[in-house]
């Protein structure tokens, strides 16, 4: 049988649940009335020259405002103008894979190395883990429906340079959050390696607990010197100051 990596790591961790309960406690009314507030249009990976000795990995997230989400939920509620989309709050998370460890060997391996753990049979504990993952999150203030823009994060050149990482990570994810409500809008969300459930499950599990080990490496377009395609992005909230 082919087990694909993310879900044959997250079974054998000990990290996949049932998924029933959680996907009736996720679900928003804009999503159950088949209209989002916003949606992913492309996920684009390139090379970015804006600082420091070595180039960095830049991640653009292309998205289109659709409707106020205030307004999908309750036509009467009070928002300063239905035409504009307010708090579009994006997370991304990536994992790329560590160059020194052969994927058909860490990854569908049956000793794979449990995160954490001591170590099973056979395996080598003092080996790290098959992926290193990063997350960021930007949030944009506000867009025009129908509006376009691209929001930017960057993973530093020393790091990618250091850890011999590929422009590309393995599997990445976007989420979104309007106004407060969690949106799953398209596929375009989920990198191609991630779309079955219980791989996208596997990944979110196995990233939420990878995550706290690169805090604040991945970084949001305004930790960056400024880089000419960030022209093309709607005005952000800065969340690394005090409110």
Partial sequence: MNITPFAHLAALCGFLVVLASSATAQQVPPAAKGIAPVEVTAVKFSNAKVGGLHSMNR?????????????????????????????????????????????????TSTTARKPGAAGAAGADASAPPPYVFYRATATIMTMERNGRGSLFFYLPGEIVKRDRLKLEPYAYLVEIDVDGTNVTTSKTMASKTIQKPEQLDGFKQMADRAVLDTAGVLRPQYMVPYDPVQASSPTLLREDTPR
């Fill in 59 to 107: 991640m653009e997230v292309e998205l289109r405002a659709l409707a106020n989400a205030k307004i999908l939920e309750n036509p009467a509620a009070a928002v300063p103008n239905k035409e504009w989309v307010d708090k579009i709050r994006v997370t991304v998370t990536t994992a790329y894979e560590r160059p020194a460890i052969p994927r058909s060997a860490a990854i």
